[in-house]
């Protein structure tokens, strides 16, 4: 089965200080962020797959994303727990400088190694990567296993599965396979992406 994991769009404006958002900062996406899953949409139909299913996390963020990629298949999406955003504990709504300043081996080893800050993140990184693995189990029990899922989550989860970051409006892809997931993109731009 086909598994593209997607992250939502830009949630700030050109000029704006980003800040690091998670699970209690409900922004909706800026019109940037809705012309990125525009773009997703598009390289979807450019190479012919059309989504089994669409997912999103609970956050406005990830269903803005997710509604204007099922709209564009005359779907609608389905909310997944799974996907939902990891808590920054007290992370959230502080800039980078901000958290390496007070955090700074703990910023340093999240933003080049991808390591799970225990102890500062609200849950713990075996909760969410369980959580993941058992919506992967009903994904192979209740869809066609040659079929495509398109799901939309954030940068944070999606570190669980590799270190390296997605930006947003990127996409992962990989390959839910009997008993393990093969990882075939990682980061990909929509906008840059050829058909194959």
């Known amino acids: 089965m086909r598994l ?11 000029g704006e200080v980003p800040l690091q958002i998670g699970a209690r900062t409900n ?10 899953a525009a773009m997703i949409a598009k390289y ?13 996390g609970s956050l406005l963020r990830q269903t803005q994303s997710a509604e204007v990629v099922a709209k ?16 920054y504990g007290p992370w959230e709504g502080l800039s980078a400088e901000e958290i ?3 955090w700074p081996q703990e910023f340093i080893d999240w933003n080049s190694q991808g390591k799970w ?19 992967f189990l ?25 270190s390296e970051k997605v930006k947003t409006g990127h ?17 990909i731009s929509p906008f840059l992406s050829k058909i194959h």
């Open 117 to 135: 800050a225990e102890g500062i993140f609200g849950r713990s990184f075996e909760e969410h990567k369980l959580s993941m693995e058992k919506w």
């Open 4 to 14: 593209i994991l997607a992250r939502h769009g830009n949630t700030f404006e050109k």
């Open 72 to 87: 564009e298949f005359g779907q609608s999406y389905r909310y997944e727990k799974a996907l939902n955003e990891i808590d």
């Open 171 to 187: 996409f992962c892809e990989m390959e839910l396979l009997h008993d393990s997931l093969q990882i075939k993109k990682w980061n």
């Open 27 to 36: 922004l909706p996406l800026t019109q940037y962020g809705i012309n990125q």
């Open 100 to 102: 390496e300043s007070r």
């Open 138 to 162: 009903e994904l192979k029990k209740s869809n066609d296993q040659n079929g495509c899922i398109v799901a939309f989550t954030s940068n944070g989860l999606l570190r669980s599965f590799r």
């Open 44 to 56: 979807l139909k450019d190479q012919k797959i059309v989504p089994t299913a669409i997912f999103a």
